[in-house]
């Protein structure tokens, strides 16, 4: 068996990224993955099985798709064969492609059709303890993989501020069948700050979330880069290219713990 660790969407600060571990050549069943995730104590496991299948797990739960693991899980393969791009497959038998351009890793992503529906202020507030919402900005679902309520907040002070009501958002998550809450705001044209809650993971909150910044990029309809993970103290960059309607790259560097 071999076991990476790294951490994904790095930047030059030295406990910068989410970490993931890397599992190659695991012989265990289902229920053993998930006990090994459990005592991992890291955000997510991605193993790397025959025929290029993958797993994800997290402390709690097995995934269908965990980006920030997929794409760690990309860069021991892509680093041991010296090559820019490969695919892997899911549990499921989706195939996930993944390129390499100078020290970007990146997936790509589609979007998937959700509900429009309209979520009262009050469920909001009750959710995340905060009233700071922005109505300039999308709240709605949307997903790339996982389905996220991305909420809009006026400001990055109010985004560092929050204190989320977890207990009740983990409970509204599994009734809709959700994956948690995407907060955010925006401190420029293209770039915004976020934070995001799913604690029905065992985790939480977040310090990186691709397919959240990929859901992002899908309700803004544009490219666009993300700062997450600094008030845990793990500050992250998540880099969306948003090449089409349904085609989306998400992507960031790499570290080695």
């Not at 995730?37 to 965990?66: G, I, N, W």
């Not at 985004?159 to 995407?182: F, H, R, T, V």
Request: hydrophobic share 40%; proline share 4%.
């Amino acid at each position: 068996m071999i076991v990476k660790n790294l951490s994904c969407f790095s930047t030059d600060h030295p406990q910068s990224g989410n970490p993931a571990t890397v599992i190659l050549n695991f012989t265990g069943n289902a229920a053993e993955m998930q006990q090994y995730a459990k005592e991992s104590h890291t955000a997510a496991c991605a193993f790397v099985l025959p025929d290029q299948v993958v797993r994800f797990f997290y402390p709690e739960m097995e995934s269908e798709l965990c980006i920030h693991a997929a794409l760690c899980a990309a860069k021991v393969l892509l680093d041991k064969s010296n090559q820019k791009t490969i695919h892997l497959k899911t549990k499921s038998g989706n195939i996930l492609y993944f390129q390499k351009e100078d020290a970007i890793y990146q997936i790509k992503t589609c979007i998937e059709p959700c509900t429009k529906e309209v979520f009262a202020q009050n469920l909001l507030s009750h959710l995340l303890n905060t009233e700071d919402f922005a109505e300039s900005l999308p709240c709605q679902l949307a997903s790339i993989g996982s389905p996220k309520l991305l909420v809009p907040l006026f400001s990055e002070q109010a985004l560092a501020q929050l204190s989320p009501n977890l207990e009740a958002i983990k409970d509204w998550s599994i009734k809709q069948n959700i994956n948690g809450i995407y907060a955010y705001a925006q401190l420029s044209e293209n770039i915004f700050a976020a934070r995001n809650f799913n604690p029905k993971t065992g985790l939480t909150e977040d310090i990186a979330t691709g397919v959240s910044a990929g859901a992002l990029a899908s309700s803004l309809g544009r490219s666009i880069k993300i700062f997450q993970g600094q008030y845990l103290g793990h500050p992250s960059c998540i880099e969306v290219n948003y090449e089409a309607s349904d085609t989306i790259w998400v992507g960031g560097k790499i570290r080695e713990q």
